[in-house]
């Protein structure tokens, strides 16, 4: 005999399966629009909209995506495979790496050489796919995040290409490229590395979103650039393994936007304009990071008994848009 918590279950999964079989028929009759078309429409940002409005879009996104889990291994498998590809490119492309994100692919999945691109090039795409395994093994643990753990991230990005400096914070002072901006003389490494470090464990991050926290974090880490090279993206490896702990995707900053942020981080060095500006562009990355991880979550059969309040939700948005093609 089920019990009263048993019978509840199937009771939500029968109405789950129910109200999703509704929303695919949708689906089917408002082709060639896609999900994500329609996600993206619905969970617009205005210019208008002030962060907290956004962090709220984004934040019914999450409960949608959490309504999901646990995602079966097939999954896991498939938005690793994807995320692996596009992190790897964009964070890649950011620092100046012209391999596409299509031959970025190829290396990853083939191992393949590309003609006309260096070797560095290719052992940035391993490197950084390596350190992206890292970070996930880290969040299936509660480690907390320490010095050594951040070296071993930049180790995996840079062993192949500067076994001397990898792990190893620099030992020289430094300047952004750009911005007449100097970073900190390394030898106050040793004392703001452990400030940084006591900052990312302390009572203090309990207090802000998980999208303020990520930006936080990777603006002060970048803006410390403890390490000669590799800082960019160590930072963003950073800023995931927080959100991936607070159960985000993987948000990714797109080569699309560099300008505006490295702009955004210039900003706060120079002016201390605070992380506004780099926060705006994180979470818009992250709202469609979560939208393209639902659109898969949505219609795949693994997860058919699963995600009762986004069918609730956008089963309505459907329908409206079924009833104006009437």
Partial sequence: MLTPQQNLVSVEQASCLFLRNEFIALLMRLYPQRLGDILHQHFAFSSAMSISEKLQKVDRLKVWLDSFRPLSPTLVSELKKLYDVRFTYHSNAIEGNTLTQRETEL??????????????????????RDAIDYIETLTRSDTAIGEWEIK???????????????????????????????????????DLMPEFIEWLNSDQIK?????????????????????????????RLLMNLLLLRAGYPIVIISNQVRAAYIDAIAQAQQHDSGIHPLLDLIVDAARYSLIETLQILATASDSQSQGLPFYQEMLAVLQQQSQELD
Avoid: C, M, W
Avoid at 160 to 184: F, M, N, S, T, W
Avoid at 214 to 223: D, K, T
């Fill in 107 to 128: 290396v990853l999945e083939t191992g393949i050489t590309i003609g006309g691109k260096t070797l560095r090039e290719h052992l940035e795409v391993i490197g950084h």
């Fill in 207 to 235: 207090s802000l979103h998980p999208l303020e926290f990520a930006a936080e974090a990777h603006l002060r880490f970048v803006s410390i650039h403890p390490f000669r090279d590799g800082n960019g993206r160590t930072g």
């Fill in 152 to 190: 071993q991230i930049h180790n995996l990005i840079i062993r192949a290409i500067a076994p001397d400096e990898a792990g190893r914070y620099r030992q020289l002072d430094v300047k952004a490229a750009g911005p007449e901006y100097l970073y900190p003389p390394h030898y106050l490494l040793s």
